[in-house]
């Protein structure tokens, strides 16, 4: 098992490596630079040559792609164009509210979807599963930043159920231990910080829930109906045993394989940041962050941030990976 | 319980799919048989004959929705008779496993993937026996053990993948013995097995019925099994018994030209070089309905007019325990295939020792 997991990390190398060239000749296609979003329009060209220049913009593409290989392998991701912070120190200050949008996102989108799938499957042709197949039929078509919008509107401008935006009201005071505003909540026992920031998360939570949701229902009920109509489970039935255990242990069990690959993928796109959800209710994460160092043409963020998404995008397939040998022995064998 | 009672008395049993708008298929239609303990009887029939489902239908396993079953099965029971097809399913429960086991064709589908063996085992012992922990453990590799799966208490560790084709099929006849039961159903438990592990596993299945006198339902398509294997036989077409008979007549005296059909279409080794096998001609789909007259007429070479004047009856030949459903069956005209399948009877015997 360790074998396998250096032998996945070291894989890494060459996808960084792959991805950073690709980012490269991306960003140097990319119509317009920095200098555009830092200057006024009617700056002259003179002064945009001078800012380009500081910048080492001007340079040679493979030399600039070499000095920041360079400074990569010294854990130096570069500085922000625009607020001079290190990208390093920019990244980890909005992880943790893009984690917990995240983990929100996909408790919401299991705890509601796993039932929500089995149920369909068990009752097959019947309204529940009607109901299920087309409700995740309309959350996969409804655009995420729509719903988002909707909830918004809806929910907290209308109705005030909920917050609009943000990660916590301005009246509330925190601690900060780790910046991950619920955890830190729960570990001073500020009990109004926990009960707010979770207001402010739901909004997003659930947009972000969406296809997720939508997924993972379809996925549970055709994964339930497949296994239900297996041998082993008919084994199960002949040996006499009671409904809950051949539900459980021999259908379930075996269901939930191909369910658990679809959840970890499914969390390696909502860690990477929501970019849209994020905008909408101004929720101070990855995902906005890129959007405006995207309008802003802020290379050192834009790769960064995107190298550092990728890299967790591959420790999530690990954990999926470890967590699927665990549950299934004849991937184990292997 | 008198020794003349049957430990299971089938009568009529029918099982129809579908309806609600569409026409019901037949699949077993008014199908007759007892069961004896320490007895091995046999259902015999090719593909889409009605073996599986008269099998499912006895064990309660048929889906409960758009099926419909029919007649009477009535199993002595340690608290009397009773009648399986109308035990409501809780009960059913109780019974599968206990008193009822079945053993089914393919090994490793019918295992659970991602349970151990061992774990497959004591959850059934758990169940019926209220064994638990080490106790049950121990008693689960004594039953592989007993099934002949060497080093059983690795075994109980592993999973069905990492076991033989052969050991899975001991492994699933542990499970069915495992309660003791007064009846097993083996539905072609040796179709996925090559050659020289199915005689092994027919060997088991005969030990077992012998030491424990249980009744054995051997559904199979494979008359070796049957030569080797069965006490009574029972031949099945589309969905009817044609012919019923102890082995010995029926080998030597086949009188369903169906019967007679699936004999000759066995490869011989004694055969006269070149000779030609005689299968069956066509299929099961150019059935005719019973009620028309001989469902099997249309493939039949003794197929007289007669035959389509409406649902043949079964009828005794001579002695009580020998019956047909056929209005023209095979006598003297079939002197030349009776000595050879004599000769097969024979060889089946010799076979059995």
């Known amino acids: 098992m360790l074998r396998f997991i250096v032998r996945r990390l070291l ?36 002064q945009r040559e001078a800012l380009r220049e500081s910048l080492g913009l001007d340079e040679p593409f493979t030399v600039q792609y070499f000095s920041f290989l360079g400074r990569i392998l010294q854990g130096d991701l570069g500085a922000s164009i625009h607020t001079g912070r290190p990208v390093l120190e920019e990244f980890l200050t909005r992880f943790p509210a893009t984690f917990e949008l995240a983990v929100t996102a996909i408790v919401i989108a299991v705890a509601a979807g796993l039932p929500l799938g089995y149920l369909a499957a068990r009752r097959r042709g019947g309204a529940l599963d009607f109901a299920a197949v087309g409700g995740s ?18 929910l907290a401008e209308q109705l005030g159920l909920f917050p609009s935006a943000f990660r916590l009201s301005p009246a509330v005071n925190r601690t900060d231990i780790t910046g991950f505003f619920v955890l830190d909540g729960l570990m001073t026992r500020e009990w109004d910080v926990v009960w707010d920031a979770l207001l ?18 379809r996925m549970t009920r055709a994964s339930v109906l497949e296994v239900m109509g297996e041998d082993y489970v008919r084994t199960a039935n002949a040996k006499g045993l009671h409904r809950t255990t051949v539900r459980t242990r021999h259908v379930l069990r075996n269901a939930l394989l191909p369910v658990v690959t679809a959840v970890g993928l499914l969390s390696g796109q909502l860690f990477a940041g929501a970019v849209l959800t994020e905008s909408v209710f101004a929720f ?51 | ?22 026409t019901p298929v037949r699949a077993v239609d008014g199908v007759s048989f007892s069961l004896e303990e320490g007895k091995v009887t046999g259902l015999v029939g090719e593909s889409g004959c009605g073996k599986s489902v008269t099998s499912l239908a006895l064990m309660g396993l048929l889906p409960e929705r758009g099926v419909e079953v029919g007649g009477r099965a009535v199993m002595q029971l340690p608290k009397g008779p009773e009648d399986l097809l109308s035990l409501p399913q809780r009960r059913m429960r109780d019974l599968r496993g ?7 064709q393919d090994p490793l589908s019918s295992l659970n993937p991602v349970v151990p063996i061992g774990r497959q085992v004591t959850e059934i012992l758990k169940r019926h026996r209220g064994m638990r922990g080490q106790a049950a453990r121990k008693e689960a590799a004594d039953l592989l053990h007993r099934v002949g799966i060497p080093d059983p208490a690795r075994r109980l560790d592993e999973y069905p993948h990492q076991l033989s084709g052969g050991m899975r099929q001991r492994a699933l006849i542990a499970m069915a ?20 592990i199915q005689a092994q596993i027919l060997e088991l299945l005969r030990d077992l019925v012998t030491e424990e006198g249980t009744a054995l339902l051997m559904i199979t398509h494979d008359l070796g099994v049957v030569a080797g294997l069965c006490d009574d036989i029972n031949v099945l077409y589309a969905g009817r018994a044609v012919e019923r008979a102890p082995r010995r007549p029926l080998f030597a005296e086949p009188t369903h030209p169906y019967t007679v059909g699936l004999l000759g279409s066995i490869p011989r080794l004694d055969a006269p070089r070149g000779e030609p096998l005689s299968p069956v001609r066509g299929s099961v789909n150019d059935n005719i309905d019973w009620t028309d007259g001989c469902a099997f007429a249309p493939r039949c070479d003794h197929y007289t007019m007669e035959c389509l004047q409406g649902p043949p009856p079964l009828v005794e030949r001579g002695d009580r325990d020998h019956v047909h459903r056929c209005v023209n069956p095979v006598g003297n005209a079939g002197v030349a295939e009776r000595t050879t399948l004599e000769t097969s009877a024979v060889v089946g015997e010799e076979e059995d020792r």
Request: charged share 10%; net charge negative; aromatic share 8%.
């Open chain 1, 284 to 334: 101070p994460g990855i995902g906005s962050f890129i959007y405006e160092a995207t309008h802003g043409r802020d290379y050192p963020v834009l790769t960064g941030f995107i190298l550092l998404i990728a890299a967790m995008y591959v420790v999530i397939n690990l954990l999926v990976d470890i967590s699927y040998s665990l549950l299934d022995p004849r991937v184990r064998a292997q």
């Open chain 2, 98 to 104: 206990s008193q009822l086991a079945m053993i089914f």
């Open chain 1, 11 to 46: 894989q890494l190398i060459p996808t960084l490596l792959g991805l950073s060239i690709l980012l490269f000749v991306w960003l140097q296609r990319l119509p317009g630079g920095p200098e555009n979003a830092l200057l006024p329009d009617n700056a002259p060209p003179e």
């Open chain 1, 200 to 217: 402010h998360l739901a909004l997003p939570g659930l947009a972000l829930a969406s296809i997720p949701l939508a997924v993972i229902t």
């Open chain 1, 137 to 154: 039929l309309l959350g996969i078509c409804t655009p995420v930043f729509f719903l988002a919008f909707l909830l918004k509107v809806g």
């Open chain 2, 177 to 196: 013995v495992a309660c003791r039961p007064k009846l097993m159903i083996a539905d072609e438990p040796t179709t996925a097995l090559d050659v020289t």
């Open chain 2, 1 to 22: 319980m008198s020794s003349n009672t049957p430990l299971l008395e089938v009568e009529e049993l029918s099982v129809a799919f579908g309806g609600r708008g569409s």
